[in-house]
């Protein structure tokens, strides 16, 4: 762990402890931006006609527009403050990148983004971003590492996935000098950092006099999900809650890693660089189909998200790309914020909990994440708006074909 991550960050995700200080210089950037607003979305209530208290804590203020850099402040502190010079990491769409390029800046670390070949040749926006805060960008699979080079060799057309792109981001780390690689998501304390999400949102919601029946949120890897819901969950079980408040987590029908995929051990990378860590998995060969514009597309799952699913202590839904796009209208039409595809999941949850309210005449309050803005996403907006978006179901046959070449890999990973 210690060729990849700065030993705090190592204590971190290893660690019981309860509380963990936000240090100075990382409040000072958290200044540009936080505490984020927590909004009532009053239009979407009058526009379903529903009793429901419906509420979202809106991420999207951030600079590079999304809760991540959260995590990318803390992890670029913790890296100067031992001595690191160089970051490397993987992005799919770009907003993992450009939250950890525009962290580096106040840190004067350098970064090394691989990106997803199909991101980087259709999304060239976030791209920029990433280049106008300084970092440098490859696309992924590239010629620059032999896990790299190796891909291409047996499919030079390949379009990349997260899980290549880790792959070759942990190889340039370990090769480099002063380098070290960093985790948009998944691991405890990129989940960690996210809480101060939920801790605002528990105050805020505290002077409203409020508390949520249900806090929903999205999930590729679930950090920002787990950043929410935690402080409640941890209100829940020590019997701090005046509710029994209920977790619901989202994702899509084109990466279903928690409804469809096993709970077993694997890798988090497609290179399996990386050690093998229990969560709901798809098979880290896993590579989503370009068709899907949703994003959400981790073959993984977070470990600790996927063992409160496993004990049914979270709520999983499932949707697919056009009830997903058709909720975010009409979200933009009432609220007028344009979520990013990845939230526009939990408001189709949000609006189906608050419809079902309508129908009981229950007065739920519902706490959702819009956790970034879909500014960079108006060619997925422009093909749903075309109806060039078809629904997409990832297939079953897909997931048992890649989790029996995992199980025939590490045979032992099946038994109890
Ligand atoms: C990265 C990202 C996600 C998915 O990652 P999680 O770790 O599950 O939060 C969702 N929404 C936005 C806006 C993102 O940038």
Not at 154 to 169: C, H, K, R, T, V
Not at 210 to 233: A, N, T
Request: hydrophobic share 35%.
């Amino acid at each position: 762990m210690e060729v990849l991550f700065p030993k705090e960050l190592i204590r971190q995700e290893v660690s019981g402890r309860r509380w963990v200080p936000i240090p100075g210089e990382v409040r000072e950037v958290y200044r540009l931006w936080r505490p984020t607003p927590l909004y009532r979305a009053t239009g979407l209530e009058r526009a379903l006609k529903t009793p429901a208290h419906i509420y979202y804590k809106y991420e999207g203020v951030s600079p590079p527009g999304s809760h991540k850099p959260n995590t990318a402040v803390a992890q670029a502190y913790y890296n100067r403050e031992e001595g690191t010079e160089r970051l490397t990491t993987e992005t799919g769409a770009g907003q993992w990148g450009s939250a950890l390029a525009f962290a580096d800046m106040f840190f004067d670390l350098e970064t090394i983004v691989y990106m997803v070949r199909v991101s980087y040749e259709q999304k060239p926006y976030r791209r920029v971003l990433m280049q106008l805060y300084g970092a440098k960008v490859y696309p992924s699979p590239s010629d620059r590492t032999e896990v790299g080079r190796k891909i291409l060799e047996e499919d030079p057309d390949n379009p990349g996935s997260l899980g290549i792109a880790i792959s070759e981001a942990v190889e340039e780390c370990i090769r480099g000098e002063r380098t070290k690689y960093s985790l948009g998501s998944v691991l405890n304390h990129v989940l960690m950092h996210q809480t101060v999400i939920g801790l605002e949102a528990l105050e805020q919601l505290r002077e409203l006099e409020e508390y949520p029946d249900k806090v929903i949120g999205c999930v590729g890897g679930g950090s920002s999900f787990s950043g929410l819901f935690w402080p409640f969950y941890y209100e829940k079980k020590t019997g701090r809650s005046p509710k029994p408040v209920e977790f619901i987590a989202v994702e899509s029908t084109a990466c279903p890693s928690l409804s469809l995929g096993e709970y077993l051990y694997d890798h988090g990378d497609s290179g399996r660089i990386i050690p093998l860590v229990k969560m709901y998995t798809l098979g880290h060969e896993f590579i989503p189909d370009p068709i899907h514009a949703g994003g959400l597309r981790y073959h993984g799952m977070a470990p600790t998200l996927s063992l409160l699913v496993r004990r049914g202590e979270v709520e999983v839904r499932v949707y697919d790309q056009v009830e997903v796009f058709n909720a975010a209208s009409r979200f933009i039409r009432a609220e007028g914020f344009i979520p990013a595809p990845e939230p526009a999941h939990a408001i189709k949850a949000v609006i189906d909990e608050a419809l079902r309210c309508k129908e009981t005449g229950k007065e739920e309050t519902l706490l959702f994440l819009l956790c970034g803005h879909g500014h960079f996403d108006m060619k997925a907006y422009d093909d749903f708006l075309q109806g060039r978006l078809p629904p997409y179901r990832y297939p079953r046959e897909k997931i048992e074909e890649s989790l029996d070449r995992l199980k025939k890999l590490y045979p032992w990973i099946t038994k109890r």
